[in-house]
């Protein structure tokens, strides 16, 4: 596999059973939305203050604005069976220039309370994009499931270049993903108290540091991440080595996931690791692992870096049905 590709492919939901019931997108806000301004202000002070432990001046270069909109716009959906329901959407980016993000929103039939589920993909050879996790994200809707998954773009259409200029990416990419949360914590019949995130490779990472930044899921599943952004950029493009290495790493060392997954308790940790990883070697996903805070279990497989195989998948979804509560079983 090349870190350095950065194709992408769109999968578009084709097969329609009957005709979803609309979102009305714009009507959709954050629970806090009904509570005056002023009252927001201070209870999303109060919520930093005390369930967020990242050290402030690392936590402060993530701040966003939670009012600003997110402009969600349905593209298409599709109906599955089982009466599930897949919308193809694009929401805000939060920096203006970058445009739209897209994502898929992922919805069972009937009427919740439901948990939720943030899924962030992979950088690799196919569904190298937010088709990753679709299949389980449909699999998972029966059991009360709704899911969001976002669509990446640094490294995958913005490829590492330059120290600084990578870190603000960074943070750019983090925030959209936490605007992605605020999505599906949004959502109706979504439960807030039953959130999750599920990352693989730079997924994973930047799961790790939202994990460090705040509280609303309780469990996050980190597939064949590591805890530094500067290895594979160094090793996989030739940009960021131009400065020197040293620079590039001194400029993204505040943004790593591994100064951010040691403060994600109480969050409930699973890290999946693969024996044939040619891109996370055992000592990095040993110093990944042992750096985060619990409650936490690894679990390795006998997989290449994809973690393509069914005991993977099968340990992510009894994993999760434990800690959301979720209903039925395999």
């Known amino acids: 596999m090349n870190r350095g590709g950065r194709s992408l492919t769109v999968v578009r939901c084709s097969t329609i059973i ?14 806090s939305a009904s509570l005056p301004r002023a009252f927001r202000a201070l209870a999303a002070a109060a919520l930093i203050a005390a369930a967020a432990p990242a050290p402030a001046q690392t936590r402060s270069l993530f701040e ?10 349905e593209v298409a959906s599709s109906t599955r069976v089982g009466g599930v329901v897949v919308r193809d959407v694009t929401y ?16 069972p039939a ?15 050879e196919r569904r190298s994009d937010r088709t990753e996790f679709l299949d389980e994200a449909v699999a998972l809707a029966p059991r009360g499931v709704a899911s969001v998954l976002v669509q990446g773009y ?8 330059e120290g600084a200029a990578d870190r603000r990416t960074i943070i750019e990419q983090v925030i959209d993903a936490r605007r992605a949360l605020d999505l599906l914590a949004s959502l109706p019949n979504v439960d807030d108290d039953r959130l ?3 990352g693989h490779d730079y997924g994973a990472m930047y799961g790790a540091i939202i ?47 591994i100064e951010y997954v040691g403060v994600a308790s109480p969050a409930a940790l699973l890290f999946q690791f693969a024996r044939r990883d040619i891109y996370v070697s055992e000592a990095a996903a040993a110093e990944f692992f042992d750096e985060a805070s619990g409650p936490k ?13 069914d005991a993977a998948a099968a340990d992510r979804r009894h994993w999760l049905a434990a800690q959301l509560d979720l209903r039925g079983g395999d």
Do not use: C
């Open 18 to 31: 009957s005709a979803p019931e609309p979102i009305a997108w714009n009507l959709v806000q954050p629970r």
């Open 64 to 73: 966003y604005d939670r009012d600003a909109p997110l402009d969600v716009r």
């Open 92 to 107: 805000a980016a939060y920096n203006a220039p970058r445009g739209r993000i897209a994502a898929y929103v992922v919805t």
């Open 110 to 124: 009937g009427s919740g309370p439901v948990a939720g589920i943030l899924y962030f993909h992979w950088l690799g």
């Open 154 to 161: 640094f490294p995958w259409t913005d490829a590492p270049a």
């Open 196 to 198: 999750a995130y599920v």
């Open 211 to 257: 994990a460090g930044l705040e509280r609303r899921a309780r469990a996050y599943v980190f597939m064949a991440g590591m805890g530094t952004f500067a290895d594979w950029s160094l090793k996989y493009w030739k940009a960021p080595a131009r400065g020197g290495e040293a620079a590039y790493r001194r400029a993204v060392a505040d943004v790593d996931p």
């Open 297 to 309: 279990e690894q679990r390795w497989y006998d997989a290449e870096h994809d973690l393509d195989v």
